[in-house]
């Protein structure tokens, strides 16, 4: 395992373990890895929890409408496929407006493909992301306990 390259998240549901792709996404693999050294993720929830889809976290705010007080990153767009698994940054209209929120697809999402930056996978604690309250937003939402990189933990 290359720990500079894996996240050790904690979710309220159980630990996950995310392998980082900085072959894919150099520049958003160090934006996640620098917010999650700030601490920026800690009890961050997921505000948009789509069964069969995905679920998206990463605003501060919660409400899906914010980010960090970092700039906006470049597209890494990639011949990637979105599958289950997949850690991929949320964005607006804009394909250059990705900063802080990401998601974790539930299930094949190819049709993102191209479009959105993928910088990870689940490698291990699928189930824990499934377990997470589902809703747009959940009533009581999941919550990032905490996000590492394994090299500081």
Same mark, same amino acid.
């Given at each position: ?6 996240? *050790?998240?904690? *979710? ?24 999650? %050294? ?52 949320? %964005? ?19 049709? *993102? ?18 377990? *997470?309250? #589902?809703?747009?937003?959940? %009533? ?7 996000? #590492? ?5």
């Amino acid at each position: 395992m290359d720990l500079e390259n894996t996240l *050790l998240v904690e *979710l309220e549901t159980g630990p996950v373990k995310i392998t980082l792709r900085p072959d894919l996404a150099p520049q958003h693999v160090a934006r996640i890895k620098e917010l999650a %050294r700030e601490g920026f993720y800690d009890g961050v929830v997921f505000h948009r929890v789509i069964p069969g889809f995905m679920a998206q976290g990463g605003d501060p705010t919660g409400t899906g409408m914010s980010g960090s007080d970092k700039p906006n990153l470049p597209a890494e767009f990639s011949k990637e496929p979105h599958t289950r698994g997949v850690c991929s940054m949320a %964005r607006t209209a804009n394909p250059n407006s990705a900063n802080s929120q990401f998601f974790i697809c539930f299930d094949d999402a190819t049709f *993102l493909d191209g479009q959105y930056t993928v910088w990870g996978v689940v490698s291990e604690g699928m189930d824990n992301v499934d377990a *997470l309250p #589902k809703g747009e937003p959940p %009533r009581n939402p999941g919550k990032i306990v905490s996000m #590492k990189v394994a090299a500081d933990a």
